[in-house]
């Protein structure tokens, strides 16, 4: 592609992301929403040509400086003191719609149990910039904010961990320790790793004498946990948001002023041309999935329906377990349980689902109809929820 193209290309694209997010503040929509719609009519039309949506892409590239901008600005003491309701929801729940959904997918359309965990893993976490922008927008208490926003930070390191355990179970098999064993490794290294970043990031930021340059060391600073807690097999997400908290804690302590507010800035505004292009680019996608899904030899009633049971699976099985969990131990520190259910019903899922999805190995089994599902969840939830 010519570079004329390119930049044409992310001209038209950065333009009708801020139209759309401009159109859908004046009409008091939600942004990912209309977005997504543009991105589907947008795939619909014959002289434009969606992109590929690469899953290293958006899990390489987009994520880690997403969960980063969130985890720098979240304070270190909300995240300690909801730190249990934080991991029933970003370790037990991510496991327990994993296994549900596998269920339901395996019963549907018998693939191997392997498979349908994968899917389960994928539609597992919700996303982590959808559920805190609506609650901030209805304006939800603290606590609330602070345990979905908790949540969407460490979840996605659980999920993308399932995921890599059920696509090695698609061609040998593990064990419950072998799993075991990973899943402690990924975050003992990625809590270690992520430490270590911030430490190293902190120290420069001494070093440096002006914001601009402590502005781009901090552009860094997400990919240097990432990368190297992914290379030693460790979860790369834990990682940048143990970097994130860590630094943010001891900001006022290895910044000064004028070096946060430019940071707070710039990233700010990395962060909301980043999170508003990923549902344009997710919408976009549409026309090419369901067309896969159409040539992948399933009838359309089995494809539909396996996409209803996943929607329907994640947000029943979501409510079942935050509200079990509340009158398991909620009560005991006087939550209500109307909090509990707005927890349960913030369920939103966003593209790192759908990037999850498109990287299933191309042997996986019913993988058009795995991918559509995700697909089907992404903007059934956006949409219901």
């Given at each position: 592609m010519q570079i004329e193209s390119v930049l044409e290309m992310l001209t038209l694209f950065t333009l009708?992301?801020?139209?759309?997010?401009?159109?859908?503040?004046?009409?008091?929509?939600?942004a990912p929403l209309l977005l997504i719609g543009v991105g589907v009519l947008g795939s619909e039309?014959?002289?434009?040509?969606?992109?590929?949506?690469?899953?290293?892409?958006?899990?390489?590239?987009?994520?880690?400086?997403?969960?980063?901008?969130?985890?720098?600005?979240?304070?270190?003491?909300?995240?300690?003191?909801?730190?249990?309701?934080?991991?029933?929801?970003?370790?037990?729940?991510?496991?327990?719609?994993?296994?549900?959904?596998?269920?339901?997918?395996?019963?549907?359309?018998?693939?191997?149990?392997?498979?349908?965990?994968?899917?389960?893993?994928?539609v597992a976490p919700p996303d982590a910039v959808a559920a805190t922008a609506v609650a901030r927008q209805v304006g939800l208490p603290r606590r609330v904010v602070s345990i979905l926003e908790g949540e969407s930070l460490v979840n996605d390191g659980t999920a993308l961990v399932s995921l890599r355990t059920a696509t090695v179970a698609l061609g040998a098999s593990v064990t419950a320790v072998g799993v075991a064993g990973d899943f402690l490794w990924a975050v003992f290294s990625g809590v270690a790793i992520g430490i270590v970043a911030a430490r190293v990031g902190g120290w420069l930021f001494k070093l440096l004498p002006s914001g601009p340059m402590t502005t781009a060391l901090s552009f860094l600073i997400p990919f240097a946990a990432f990368v190297p807690t992914e290379a030693v097999r460790g979860s790369g997400v834990i990682a940048v948001v143990a970097a994130g908290l860590a630094l943010g804690h001891r900001s006022y302590r290895e910044q000064d002023a004028?070096?946060?507010?430019?940071?707070?800035?710039?990233?700010?505004?990395?962060?909301?041309?980043?999170?508003?292009?990923?549902?344009l680019l997710l919408g976009l996608q549409t026309a090419t999935i369901i067309s896969d899904a159409a040539a992948s030899g399933y009838d359309w009633p089995l494809i539909i329906a396996v996409c209803a049971a996943t929607v329907a699976a994640v947000i029943v099985l979501r409510l079942l377990w935050t509200?079990?969990?509340?009158?398991?131990?909620?009560?005991?520190?006087?939550?209500?349980?109307?909090?509990?259910?707005?927890?349960?019903?913030?369920?939103?899922?966003?593209?790192?689902?759908?990037?999850?999805?498109?990287?299933?190995?191309?042997?996986?089994?019913?993988?058009?109809?795995?991918?559509?599902?995700?697909?089907?969840?992404?903007?059934?939830?956006?949409?219901?929820?």
């Open positions: 009708t992301v801020l139209l759309g997010c401009w159109l859908a503040e004046r009409l008091h929509v939600s039309l014959p002289f434009v040509h969606p992109p590929a949506l690469e899953p290293e892409f958006v899990l390489v590239g987009l994520l880690p400086p997403l969960l980063y901008a969130a985890a720098v600005n979240t304070p270190l003491v909300d995240f300690r003191r909801n730190l249990a309701p934080i991991g029933w929801l970003s370790v037990g729940l991510v496991i327990f719609t994993t296994l549900g959904v596998a269920v339901v997918v395996w019963a549907l359309l018998g693939v191997p149990f392997a498979a349908a965990c994968a899917l389960g893993a994928i004028a070096a946060r507010v430019s940071q707070r800035m710039n990233w700010t505004t990395i962060s909301f041309v980043l999170e508003n292009s990923v549902f509200m079990l969990t509340h009158f398991a131990f909620g009560r005991r520190r006087g939550n209500s349980g109307r909090e509990g259910f707005v927890i349960g019903w913030a369920g939103m899922r966003g593209v790192v689902t759908l990037a999850a999805a498109l990287s299933l190995p191309e042997a996986t089994p019913a993988r058009p109809v795995l991918v559509l599902a995700a697909l089907a969840v992404t903007v059934g939830t956006l949409l219901l929820q």
